[in-house]
Every structure is written in C-alpha cells, then in structure tokens.
C-alpha cells in the first residue's frame, strides 16, 4: 500500500521535505479534511489494528477513525516522507468516571524529531492544529487554544492547555501526559478493544464525528450539531433522518443505510 496517499486524502500538495514546515501543514491538513470519529463502533463493525483495513477504510473509502487508525496512517506516511519518526502511548487527563487516566495505552500519537522533539497528533478530536514542541517550556499557540509543556523526573511530557497565555496555574488545564518510550502497533491492540465495548469508554455512548475547521470545528455528538466558530459554540438538534446528509454535507462522509446498533447512539 502507498501509505503516502494519506497527503492526496487531506487534500494536501505541498512540499514534502522532512522539515517542521511541512510536518505543520500536513498535520493541519489532516485536521481539516479527516474527521475524528467512532461511527464503525455503532455499525458493528470491529475495529483492529490492522494497516490494510485502517488504509482502506481512511484513504481509500473516505471515512475517519480514532487515535490508533489516524495516528498510525500519520506515522507510516512521515516514516515515508524520511521524517524520524516514534510510536509512543499518551493518557488522557478526563473526568473521573469516564474511563481511568492512568490507564497505559489509552491514546496513540506520533514523536518526531527535528532539531527538537515534536508531538504530532491527528487523532485526539480537540486536539492542537499544529505539532507541540515537547522541549519548550514555552506557551505554544495553534490559534485557538496555548499549550505547555512540563518534563516529570520520570521522563514523560505533560501537556496543559488553556485558551490564555496566562502563568496563572489554575487557568491550565492537563490534557496528556505521553511516555517517549517507542512502542509496537501491537501493544495498542487491548485499549483498542476498551474503547469499543468498555462502558467506561465514551466511544460506545455517543457516535461521535468531529473535525477542525478554518476558524473553529464542527462536531456532530449523538444528534447534536455543535458549531464552534472563534470561540463561540452553537448546537443544533439533527433529526435522525437527516443525520446520514449531514454526515455527507459538512463531514464528506458516506454511509449508505446504516444499521446503527447502540440505541443510546441515538440520544
């Protein structure tokens, strides 16, 4: 398979030299055109960590997926740009009782290294337009929201985010903490599973299907359509037999007839 095909799928036909240039417009591309979504979860469809089906399923039949689908897709096309390039496991810092934070391999994302080393991540659903520099102490701004980044003594990165550069701690939310530490594809395979049939997932609660936009997102939660633009958030109710257009209209994905299997998918 031509992992490279990726770049033609986000729309993307820039240069291609292993530079932070180019590893930033490719990931803002990806943001732009690939939606962060569960929606195979609710069709009863299997995910696996299989490169073959995530290729088929994201490049060639135009759909989304989630962190270990989209992040692999990123990390196999950069390996082929000649990006240096590392598989690492992130946790997500969410509220107590949706699932457990510390529990490891919760998230995939992508380290790349240039003269620093750099999160990349396509595959978080609210997550940085642009690649964090996990050597700066610096706030990190995509246009939306600020980053930061703290080393622990353990060697792992935590990531806060707030939407001011503000020093005042309480204004910094924790978002991830990410292990540097390369990791098989493989070692993902049993939080793949998780988020597809643990009930202290999200994925198996709600179809989801997100992406950014120029100047906010889009996210079609269960059957609500929340509208960001700069800063403000709107929603909107979408009828249950609208929902398959809007898909197709504001996402530009297709699912002919779907059987949705969850009935809370519907809430």
């Known amino acids: 398979m031509k992992w490279l095909n990726l770049l033609e799928r986000a729309d993307y036909d820039e240069a291609t030299d292993h530079s932070l240039s180019t590893l930033t417009a490719i990931q803002r591309q990806c943001m732009l055109n690939i939606p ?19 290729y088929q399923k994201i490049v060639k039949n135009n759909r989304g997926g989630f962190c270990f689908e989209l992040n692999e897709l990123l990390l196999q096309c950069l390996t082929e740009l000649d990006f ?72 792992m990165f935590e990531i806060l985010c707030s939407d001011t550069p503000d020093s005042d701690p309480d204004l910094w939310v924790p978002l991830l903490t990410v292990n540097p530490r390369p990791q098989p594809w493989s070692a993902f395979s049993e939080m793949c599973t998780y988020h597809q049939t643990s009930p202290n997932s999200f994925f198996p609660k709600k179809r989801l299907c997100t992406k950014r936009t120029e100047n906010g997102r889009l996210t079609l939660t269960g059957n609500t359509l929340k509208t960001r633009i700069d800063g403000v958030t709107s929603d909107e109710a979408v009828e249950e037999t609208q929902y398959t257009q809007v898909l197709e209209d504001l996402f530009n994905i297709h699912i002919d007839k779907p059987e949705w299997i969850n009935p809370l998918a519907r809430l």
Request: proline share 2%; hydrophobic share 35%; with cysteine.
């Open 36 to 54: 962060f979504e569960n929606l195979d979860i609710h069709l009863g469809k299997i995910i696996k960590l299989d490169g073959s089906k995530v």
């Open 84 to 155: 240096s390039c590392t598989r690492v496991e992130a946790r997500v810092a969410v509220p107590d009782g949706v699932m457990d934070s510390e529990k490891s391999f919760s998230h995939q994302v992508c380290l790349v290294q240039l003269d620093d080393l750099w999160l990349s991540d396509i595959g978080f659903g609210d997550s940085s337009i642009i690649p964090i520099n996990l050597n700066s102490s610096v706030s990190q701004f995509d246009g939306e929201n600020y980053y930061r980044v703290t080393k622990r003594n353990n060697g």
